[in-house]
């Protein structure tokens, strides 16, 4: 049989019946390859782009509540510590926020709010929960993509003269205040609305900061701004041991006067494999005020035998003082960190206070303190950011 001339005339009918459907599908080819064509250049216009974005903006914002909280015994009445003096100081202890009661102690709540902006900047604040309401602690747009390893901060924010001034209260390794922080500046450091400039190539960190110089302890002249400078760097030895030494210096006047307070900052660090580490810190501050002259310092070690437990020691010490009151105001603190979960904290911490005036009279105080802290949310301690 001859299939020729049937498959010849197939050929030529198959055009003629079903032509319209093949032109639609030719249509609706071409359609779908315009399509991709321009996903083509979408995606070569985003991979050609700066790689400005991080990890955090996959999850644009972060939040996080801390609560801390103590039980105290004290040797010393609420009354009469609710109105003790540092001699030379403070005539007044004024408000004091962590721990300022003997019993239970519920200090503080803290609600963190982080966001990256597409990842040229970062918005933060810290809220402070109180029971009239949010008190704003730090607010603050930062930018660390300008060129050459500059950094721009603006909004308010805790300075940055000295590595525990960054640090939130549930980032201390203690529970206390250091004496020198609390006498110079405020029980919870210096926050101040301004503009921070940084440079940071990665071993050596210099900043200017502008701020209102609205606090009242070493500041506070109304309208005159504080000027605030720091340049740490960093030695990085074999053996996991690392150095760091930092100067600061504050400028700024009081109602009495200029005020010049000038700072010096040691820090090692000592790592022996795993979790187990070593940290010495120790931070010096002198103060020229209102023609006269302070100065203070405290020295802690940290040891940590794992990621879980770990204890410290720290000694204050106010040094220099006004003409014919004391030198020697002191206090000694010990502490047991431990740490059962990534979101808790627990202190148990011991402190023998010389520091204090309570009318007339100087008084030795003795306090045992066990604290917790929680941590619920996405933290910024573990995204980078220093409280």
Do not use: C
Not at 75 to 82: F, I, L, Q, S, T
Not at 99 to 113: I, K, S, T, W
Not at 146 to 173: C, M, V, Y
């Amino acid at each position: 049989m001859n299939y020729t001339r049937p498959f010849i005339l197939l050929s030529i009918a198959a055009p003629l019946l079903f032509g319209g459907e093949v032109s639609q599908l030719e249509e609706k080819i071409r359609q779908q390859e315009q399509q991709l064509d321009a996903l083509k250049k979408r995606v070569e216009a985003m991979e050609s782009r700066p790689e400005h974005h991080d990890e955090s903006d996959e999850t644009p914002l972060h939040i996080a509540l801390v609560a801390n909280m103590a039980a105290v015994a004290r040797n010393v009445g609420n009354d009469d510590y609710a109105g003790y003096a540092i001699p030379g100081f403070l005539q007044s202890a004024g408000e004091i926020p962590f721990n300022p009661e003997r019993g239970f102690d519920l200090n503080y709540a803290e609600l963190e709010l982080t966001s990256s902006l597409e990842g040229y900047a970062r918005l933060y604040s810290s809220l402070h929960v109180e029971k009239e309401g949010l008190h704003i602690g730090e607010l603050f747009i930062e930018s660390d993509t300008l060129p050459s390893d500059l950094a721009l901060k603006a909004g308010r924010f805790r300075s940055a003269f000295a590595e525990i001034n960054t640090l939130h209260q549930h980032g201390w390794n203690f529970s206390s205040t250091p004496l020198v922080i609390e006498t110079f500046f405020s029980p919870v450091g210096i926050s101040e609305d301004g503009v921070s400039l940084k440079w940071n190539p990665g071993v050596t960190e210099m900043g200017l900061e502008v701020l209102q110089g609205t606090n009242d302890r070493s500041f506070g002249a109304g309208d005159a701004p504080l000027y605030v400078g720091y340049l740490r760097h960093t030695l990085r030895f074999p053996s996991d041991l690392a150095v760091r030494l930092g100067g600061s210096w504050m400028h700024g006047k009081s109602p009495a006067g200029t005020t010049d307070i000038y700072g010096g900052e040691l820090k090692v660090t000592k790592g022996f494999g795993g979790e187990r580490s070593l940290t010495w810190q120790t931070l010096l501050l002198d103060r020229d005020y209102a023609g006269s002259s302070q100065g203070g310092l405290y020295t802690e070690v940290l040891y940590m035998a794992d990621a879980e437990v770990g204890g410290a020691l720290r000694y204050d010490l106010l040094y220099k003082n006004l003409p014919g009151e004391p030198d020697d105001l002191d206090r000694w603190t010990a502490a047991l960190i431990y740490k059962p979960f990534d979101f808790a904290k627990v202190r148990l911490q011991y402190t023998y206070d010389r520091s204090k005036r309570f009318g007339t009279e100087r008084r030795d105080v003795h306090e045992l303190l066990l604290g917790l802290t929680i941590e619920a949310g996405e933290h910024a301690g573990h995204t980078g950011h220093n409280h």
